[in-house]
């Protein structure tokens, strides 16, 4: 007989284990499925290019962010990461899978950047157990495509990096699927009902600013589409969000 609920985590991580057959999960267990998905670098997926996204291009044109300590969550192949080394930030980037970070230190000694990659758990990062550092703080902690992958419970772990992590006055900078374009619309139970993510959760601009409410809504809207010769990569099917935690 077990009786193995006492506290928050162990109700978070019996909710994980409902999804352990899924491809998609953000746990250990899927590091081998990603590592597939990154096997063949010549496929054909916007995002093995080594662009960053238009949406930081553009905040660090503005000056909306500037130079400091980097989280990025999700990092792949390294593109965004390289792109903050390149513009003065101290760069941590973390990763589930190995053959993503193999290929992110590639691109980093090709392009001479000091970026910290690791290959882990981002929910390990707010202890910085992960990481074998302090987890944070940081200026800037950067998203481009986890959130979107995890399950409703995992917002609140989520929420408790953001929380531990992002420095006062800080920004947190997030692209993930906007409903009506990329990602399963369905309601947060119906996924605890067949235990599949359906390739990833589609937002609202409402169910974001309510989710990330705690912090000061910077800039919200649709990621740019640009075009293959672009420097930059876009696609209109993400939301692209830039949030600040005021001092």
Known sequence: MDRNIRTVDDV???MDDLFAPEAD???AGAADWWDDFYADRSRPVPFFAAKPDENLVSYLDRGLIAPGRALE???GPGRNALRLASAGFEVTAVDLSPAAIAWA????RQAGAAVRFHCGDIFRLATGTSLGEPGG???LIYDSGCFHHLPPHRRISYRALLDRALAPGGH???TCFAAGAMGSEL?????YGDSRLHGGLAYTEESLRWIFSGLTSVELRRMRDEPPGSPHFGEPFLWTALFRRDA
Do not use: S
């Open 12 to 14: 978070l991580t019996l």
């Open 25 to 27: 999960r953000w746990t």
């Open 73 to 75: 969550l999700g990092c």
């Open 105 to 108: 230190e590639e691109r980093a």
């Open 137 to 139: 703080p940081y200026d």
């Open 172 to 174: 947190f900078a997030l």
């Open 187 to 191: 309601p947060d139970a119906a996924f």
